[in-house]
T-cell receptor, first 112, second 111 residues
């Protein structure tokens, strides 16, 4: 069955430390891949996307993600976390351009 | 450039009533899709419209319907509301090959 898995429900990280959020997908073909961030009560903001080409993708707010076809993964990273990065992060995939399938999300808490 | 606009932001309805939510996409975007977000089920795809045609539909009952107008604005309607319909409803617009931009959502509470 097609699925998107974010193994970590909640991650706590110290301000200034690095962050990595994991995402694995299970689809027959390589999908389009996205990472979104959501602050409480808000909509989703696109951090970055991968359609094809270079497997290391740079996004907004200092985030990057790496697509690894052999591992069916698209992990999100940030070298140094700021307190404003506390939010919920969603990995999403699309087989075509019509529909996004989301992971369950990872909540990031940043401690001072 | 204006983003995706959803109205209203908050809504309280009674069981059995119906509700209509509105979404204005980014100018030039012809694809509009709708998602339901709940704590239990997460983000689930409702339907997607392109040039006034529904191209894809999620696994929701027929009480959930939508449409798109010639100016790409979209509405979704939920009839005979149930308590379980309480959710954040998110609209996204897309320009082919450029990803999906989401609005701030409509928070629907059914009492």
């Amino acid at each position: 069955a097609q699925s998107v898995t974010q193994p970590d429900i909640h991650i706590t990280v110290s301000e200034g430390a690095s962050l990595e959020l994991r995402c694995n997908y299970s689809y027959g073909a390589t999908p389009y891949l996205f990472w979104y961030v959501q602050s409480p009560g808000q909509g989703l903001q696109l951090l970055l996307k991968y359609f094809s080409g270079d497997t290391l993708v740079q996004g907004i707010k200092g985030f990057e993600a790496e697509f690894k076809r052999s591992q069916s993964s698209f992990n999100l990273r940030k070298p140094s976390v700021h307190w404003s990065d506390a939010a919920e992060y969603f990995c999403a995939v699309a087989i075509n351009d019509y529909k996004l399938s989301f992971g369950a999300g990872t909540t990031v808490t940043v401690r001072a | 450039k204006a983003g995706v606009t959803q109205t209203p932001r908050y809504l309280i309805k009674t069981r059995g009533q119906q509700v209509t939510l509105s979404c204005s996409p980014i100018s030039g975007h012809r694809s509009v899709s709708w998602y339901q977000q709940t704590p239990g089920q997460g983000l689930q795809f409702l339907f997607e419209y392109f040039s006034e045609t529904q191209r894809n539909k999620g696994n929701f009952p027929g009480r959930f319907s939508g449409r798109q107008f010639s100016n790409s604005r979209s509405e979704m309607n939920v009839s005979t509301l149930e308590l379980g319909d309480s959710a954040l409803y998110l609209c996204a617009s897309s320009l082919a090959g450029d990803g999906y931009t989401f609005g701030s959502g409509t928070r629907l509470t059914v009492v």
